[in-house]
Structure formats: structure tokens, C-alpha cells
């Protein structure tokens, strides 16, 4: 892969730029919706196009445990497999090990854990997360890391963070003895670890930096810690990560987050927020966040979103909306999880254009200062 800053903005670290993968360019800064199992709950690859969307993201832990990577390998990928002709990164599924397993045991060589669906016993290492990702054939892949929760302590995270180097180093190996399986290349993230500790976070950067050769991760972030916290690393990390390269924000967040955060030079991001929040009513608009099954938008008979230019804005109205979620209907978590996720797109082709034109560091301002009343903006 390549990346190449075409823009940057005077007033802060934003930037936008182009990352050309196998699968086609992504311009940045850029979302990415998830796809846990192999579809982003409701919307096919032909809506995701309209939406905007340029690359997904794949759950290793997921599609190891169902269907299978034997079967997806035999399908020719993951791309052929959900019919996606655009990018795809996947996670090394190291996060679901530790949050979703009903019970693991962590060591040096990686973790025995139990399937949240039936209690099977798996063990995943480094090794083991690189030939399931060679198996789905993403474009990205994740390295293997230990996550510690958002309230570790020093301890905890320190341990973290020297697995997290020492594993780096043993999934570049593994990717160097084991030809590549779909004809093209695979490029791969290390992520940098250390919770909200700053001596940790540098060490980790300066141990895991000299594996990323176009492309590096933070991890560890929006998993319970203060949201000061959360910012003060990244903000941190600018400064630690290479400028040349293509930042990743993994699990990251709300849309005010995302402006945050490009604004401390981040360039990609992953988050169930846009899918989840639209099947519980929760649209994200111009005007803030709207949950669609409150009394009044039973007869509000006004487009959602006048700013949107989704299929569910240009043709249907709150009302109808508003009845299609309270009655649990399929179309209206599809409609509502349209639009968000093209709220998200828009969200990033707007700051796109506002770094190229020079304006980001004041429509930022303005955009946080209008949606900072809005709880979960």
C-alpha cells in the first residue's frame, strides 16, 4: 500500500490524504462501518456504495468461530465470499478474546479461551490470527495485541504492552514464511498499547513504530477509560507516530469524537456506533441526535434530515419512520442504518474538503461548539 498527504490543515495536525490498497484508493480521513460477520447488519454492498462507503471491517474472532475460515478460504476470501470489491481490514480478534470469551488464560504464547456461543475451547496467537487473516484476504490486517480494560492498572498495562511487542514481532515473522493465498498483498498494523499511561504509550510507539510500513494502529482507547484520557493519549501519540503513515483509532466513536480526533492527525476509524444506535431509533443529523420513537415524530410528517441526502431522506418521513422502528419492522432498521452510516460518510467527506480548503480548524470549532449539547454526539 501507499499513502500520500495531498492536504494539511495550518491550524492543527488534520490531514487528508489518499491510501492506495489492492482493492482501490480510500480517500482519507475516512469511517469504516463494521461488519462483524461478513455484512454490516442490514445493508448489502450496493448500499454501502451509495452510502459512501469505501472499505469495511471484518471480525477475525467472528468469521473464525462462523462459517468457518476453511470455508471462506474455499469460497476464494473474504471479498468473494460477501461480494465486496472494495478494501476490507480486519482485527486480529485479540479484543473479542478478551471482552466476549467466557473465560480465557493469557501467557507469554497467547490465550486459551472459551466460544461465547458454545463454551468450545480455541487458542489464538500470533501465529494462529495471521493465517486466519491470510484465510479472509483482507487488504489490512491487525497484528495480534493484548488489550487491558479502560480501569488496568499500571501493572496490568505494562504487561500489555511488552506482549503486544513481543507478538508484533512474531506476526511479521509468520506473514515473511507463508505466501500470500489471493494475489495481493496484505499490509499489516501494528498497534501501539499502554492504556492512559504516558511513559507507556511512548515505549510501546517506539517498540512497535519500526514494524509499520504503511500503517499503524492505537489501540487500548474507548474502553472505559475518561474521555479526557482518551484524548490526551492521542494527542500524545501525534507526536510519536510517523506523520508519513496512515493513523488508525480503533473503536472510535461518536462523531464529535471523530472530529476530535482527526484534528489530532488521526486518519481511519472503525465503530458499531452508526448500525447499533439506528436499530435502537437514535439518528444522527445536522441538528443532533434525534430518537426517532419519541410520541412526537408519530405525526411528524417532515423529512429526517433536509441536510442528508439518503434514500430514507429523500423519500420517507419521521412519521413513517418513527412507525416502522416502534413496530420493529425490517425496512426501518435498514432505512435508519442508511442513513446514519451516511451520516458518518458525509461527516468525513465534509472535513475532507474543509482541510483541502484550508477552513478545517474553524469548521471544527463550529461543528463541536453547535453539537456539544447533544448527548452522544
Known amino acids: 500500500m501507499r499513502f500520500n498527504i495531498s492536504a494539511a490543515d495550518s491550524g492543527s495536525s488534520a490531514r487528508a490524504g489518499i491510501l492506495e490498497t489492492p482493492h482501490g484508493p480510500i480517500t482519507t480521513p475516512i469511517f469504516m462501518p463494521v461488519g462483524t460477520v461478513g455484512a454490516v447488519k442490514s445493508l448489502d454492498p450496493e448500499a454501502l456504495n451509495t452510502a459512501g462507503v469505501r472499505i469495511i471491517l471484518g471480525n477475525t474472532y467472528h468469521l473464525y468461530l462462523r462459517p468457518g475460515t476453511e470455508i ?15 478494501p476490507i481490514l480486519t482485527d486480529s480478534g485479540g479484543f473479542q478474546v478478551f471482552s466476549l470469551a467466557k473465560m480465557n488464560k493469557i501467557t507469554d504464547d497467547g490465550v486459551e479461551f472459551q466460544s461465547h456461543l458454545d463454551g468450545s475451547r480455541h487458542f489464538f496467537n500470533p501465529a494462529v490470527s495471521m493465517e486466519i487473516q491470510r484465510n479472509l484476504g483482507s487488504d489490512i490486517i491487525m497484528a495480534f495485541d493484548q488489550c487491558p480494560p479502560g480501569d488496568a492498572g499500571i501493572e496490568m498495562a505494562e504487561v500489555a504492552v511488552k506482549r503486544t511487542s513481543r507478538w508484533i514481532a512474531e506476526c511479521r515473522d509468520w506473514l515473511a514464511e507463508n505466501p500470500l493465498l489471493y494475489g495481493h498483498d496484505q499490509t499489516l498494523f501494528p ?3 499502554g492504556s492512559v499511561y504516558e511513559e507507556l504509550r511512548r515505549r510501546s510507539a517506539a517498540e512497535v513504530v519500526p514494524f509499520a510500513t504503511c500503517g499503524v494502529a492505537i489501540g487500548g482507547l474507548a474502553v472505559g477509560e475518561e474521555k479526557s484520557a482518551m484524548f490526551e493519549m492521542i494527542d500524545l501519540l501525534d507526536g ?5 503513515q496512515p493513523r488508525y483509532l480503533m473503536g472510535v466513536g461518536r462523531p464529535t469524537d471523530l472530529v476530535r480526533a482527526v484534528r489530532l492527525g488521526v486518519d481511519m476509524f472503525d465503530c458499531v456506533m452508526p448500525t447499533r444506535n439506528a436499530r435502537n ?11 426517532i420513537k419519541n410520541q412526537k415524530y408519530k405525526t411528524d410528517f417532515a423529512t429526517l434530515d433536509e441536510a442528508c441526502d439518503c434514500y430514507l431522506c429523500r423519500n420517507f418521513t419521521r412519521a413513517y419512520l418513527c412507525h416502522l422502528i416502534r ?17 458518518y460518510l458525509n461527516l468525513m467527506s465534509t472535513m475532507r474538503e474543509q482541510i483541502s480548503d484550508g477552513n478545517f480548524t474553524i469548521w471544527a470549532a463550529d461543528y463541536l461548539g453547535k453539537m456539544s449539547d447533544h448527548q452522544g454526539m
Do not use: C, M
Open 72 to 86: 471462506i478460504n474455499t469460497a476464494g476470501g473474504l471479498h468473494q465470499f460477501i461480494g465486496w470489491d472494495k
Open 327 to 343: 413496530v420493529n419492522e425490517i425496512l426501518g432498521l435498514r432505512l435508519a442504518s442508511l442513513h446514519n452510516v451516511t451520516y
Open 191 to 193: 498497534i501501539v498499547q
Open 281 to 291: 431509533g437514535q439518528l444522527f443529523t445536522s441538528h443532533g441526535i434525534i430518537n
Open 240 to 244: 510519536e507516530l510517523p506523520r508519513d
